[in-house]
C-alpha cells in the first residue's frame, strides 16, 4: 500500500459558505488516494504579534503550528483581495514562520488555487502568494497553474459541481498528489 499524505488545506475566504471553501472541499472529493485534504481553519488566529508569541504563545498560535507542521503538504485555496491575498491568509502565513527559525512551513510541497468570480481567477493573489513560499522554503507546483476565474458559476443552487469544472480540478489535484509524491522522494 502507498504512503497516504496529510495535506494542510488553508482557505483565504472566512466566510462558511465562501465559493473558495466549496471549492477546497470538491478538491478533497476529487483527491487521489494518496492525499488526504484537511482545512486548516485560521479565523480564529490573533494578528501576529511577538510581544504575545513569547515562552507561552497564544493557543490558536500553537494549535495552527502543530497542524501544519504534522501535514506532508500544503494546499492555498485563496480569493484575491486588491491583487493580494486576503490579510487572514497573510496572517496564517507569519503566524506559521514564527518563531524565527522555526517554520512551520519550511521544506513542505504547497500548491496554489486561486478562485474569483472575476474573469482573471485571482491572478494577482495567485503570484504573490507564490512570492511569500519562495521565502518560506514551500516548493510550490508550477504547473499546472490554477485560477479559477468566473467561480460564481461552477457550483449549482445545491452546491454541486458543474461537470465543466470538475475536470479542471480533477487535473490539479492529480497534480498535486504527483508533486507531493516526488517531492518526499
Known amino acids: 500500500m502507498s504512503k497516504v499524505y496529510t495535506v494542510a488545506v488553508l482557505v483565504g475566504s472566512l466566510r462558511k459558505a465562501s465559493i473558495n471553501r466549496k471549492v477546497a472541499l470538491a478538491l478533497a472529493e476529487l483527491a487521489p488516494a ?32 502543530q497542524q501544519v507542521s504534522s501535514s506532508d503538504a500544503v494546499l492555498f485555496v ?28 519550511s521544506g ?11 474573469a482573471i481567477g485571482g491572478f494577482g493573489a495567485n503570484h504573490h502568494l507564490r512570492q511569500s513560499l519562495v521565502f518560506l522554503d514551500v516548493p510550490c507546483m508550477q504547473q499546472p497553474e490554477a485560477y479559477l476565474g468566473g ?3 461552477v457550483f449549482d443552487e445545491a452546491g454541486k459541481l458543474s461537470d465543466k469544472t470538475r475536470p479542471f480540478l480533477q487535473a490539479f489535484i492529480d497534480a498535486f498528489g504527483k508533486w507531493v509524491i516526488k517531492q518526499h522522494g
Open 34 to 65: 494518496n492525499l488526504k485534504l484537511n482545512i486548516v481553519e485560521i479565523g480564529d488566529l490573533p494578528l501576529y504579534n511577538e510581544d504575545i508569541d513569547g515562552a507561552t504563545p497564544p493557543a490558536a498560535y500553537s494549535t495552527f503550528r
Open 78 to 105: 485563496t480569493p484575491e483581495y486588491n491583487r493580494s491575498v486576503p490579510a487572514p491568509l497573510k496572517n496564517a502565513i507569519d503566524v506559521g514562520s514564527r518563531p524565527y527559525g522555526q517554520s512551520a512551513w
Open 108 to 118: 513542505k510541497p504547497g500548491a496554489i488555487i486561486s478562485v474569483s468570480p472575476g
Open 151 to 153: 467561480a460564481g458559476s
